[in-house]
């Protein structure tokens, strides 16, 4: 894709994985978090990772194939949300205990279910519109 399709990707790809990741964080992170939070979470750690898996590394990785792509960036994306969410919601307290463990998976079943989302729609040609 070039870099213009890529931005015009964005917005809309942002809607769609925010759809699918905030109520998976709604449901998943611990309860030691407000509903509130829970729901601000849903849009900003997305908003944090989504422009550089879209748009930086596309063109980054322009000559690997797209499974190395996915490997880098489905990493990238949960790997980066746990440690903003941590670092802006983490408690020394809860350092290893269970809670800490439930916010972590929370964000990567929730990064998961987006991509898995992404490549449902993918297939069926929602991708298609922007070429």
């Known amino acids: 894709m070039s870099p213009s399709q890529l931005w015009r990707f964005l917005p809309l790809g942002y809607l769609f994985s925010i759809l699918i990741e905030t109520p998976?964080?709604?449901?998943?992170?611990?309860?030691r978090h407000p509903i509130k939070r829970r729901l601000f979470a849903g849009v900003w750690l997305t908003a944090c990772t989504y422009p550089i898996v879209v748009l930086v590394m596309p063109l980054v990785l322009a000559g690997a194939s797209r499974a190395i792509y996915l490997v880098i960036a489905e990493t990238f994306a949960p790997v980066a949300e746990c440690a903003l969410f941590w670092f802006a919601y983490g408690e020394a307290a809860e350092f290893g205990r269970r809670s800490m463990w439930q916010d972590f998976t929370a964000v990567i079943i929730a990064n998961l279910a987006s991509f898995a989302g992404g490549e449902v729609m993918s297939a069926y040609g929602w991708f298609g519109l922007f070429n």
């Open 24 to 31: 998976v964080l709604l449901i998943g992170l611990s309860k």
